[in-house]
T-cell receptor, first 114, second 110 residues
């Protein structure tokens, strides 16, 4: 596609519910990143994939967060047993090279946990 | 730990003037620094990257400086336009990840 696509754009989940957020990166991009952005803050790193390998997951806030990119293209971020503090915008980004430079971001998924 | 500071207060300027945004960082020596623009409800958009051995970089009306001694980057928009109104994020190289500042909101008045 022309850009990074994320779905859904908005998600309302009841506390305790599991959610899955999808990211379609730009075709051919090696690197894929997930970030979490709270209102009025900059994006906070969650995890990084180089092709299908998850090379850094140091930013995942708890073991309720899980990400995968099984075929080196589409990625899914899953949050189990959602809690109110998980409410944020989740951004996906991809870049051509195996670095975080000049990343292309999707529009994000706004998750609200009620 | 690494820390990035950007002006938390919004910057209001008149159309045609030069906007200057500041990014200071501590406890880090990045190989490069990036600036992104973010509009409400959208993801960040990459603008410029400057490496540690570069003092200044320009792109159209944008200019970025990088002072590794002061641990500071300045981002300038010359001949500013209302369409430049957005949040501008400073971002440091963190290896595989990018470390973002909280951003500075810029308002350009016609």
């Amino acid at each position: 596609g022309a850009g990074v696509s994320q779905s859904p754009r908005y998600k309302v989940a009841k506390r305790g519910q599991d959610v899955a957020l999808r990211c379609d990166p730009i075709s051919g991009h090696v690197s894929l990143f997930w970030y979490q952005q709270a209102l009025g803050q900059g994006p906070e790193f969650l995890t990084y994939f180089q092709n299908e390998a998850q090379l850094d997951k140091s930013g995942l806030p708890s073991d309720r967060f899980f990400a995968e990119r099984p075929e080196g293209s589409v990625s899914t971020l899953k949050i189990q047993r959602t809690q109110q503090e998980d409410s944020a915008v989740y951004l996906c980004a991809s870049s051509l090279a195996a670095t975080s430079t000049e990343a292309f971001f999707g529009q994000g998924t706004r998750l609200t946990v009620v | 730990s690494q820390k990035i500071e950007q002006n938390s207060e919004a910057l209001n300027i008149q159309e045609g003037k030069t906007a200057t945004l500041t990014c200071n960082y501590t406890n880090y020596s990045p190989a490069y620094l990036q600036w992104y623009r973010q509009d409400p409800g959208r993801g960040p958009v990459f603008l410029l990257l400057i490496r540690e051995n570069e003092k200044e970089k320009r792109k159209e009306r944008l200019k970025v400086t990088f002072d590794t001694t002061l641990k500071q980057s300045l981002f300038h928009i010359t001949a500013s336009q209302p369409a430049d109104s957005a949040t501008y994020l400073c971002a440091l190289d963190g290896g595989f990840k990018t470390i973002f500042g909280a951003g500075t909101r810029l308002f350009v008045k016609a």
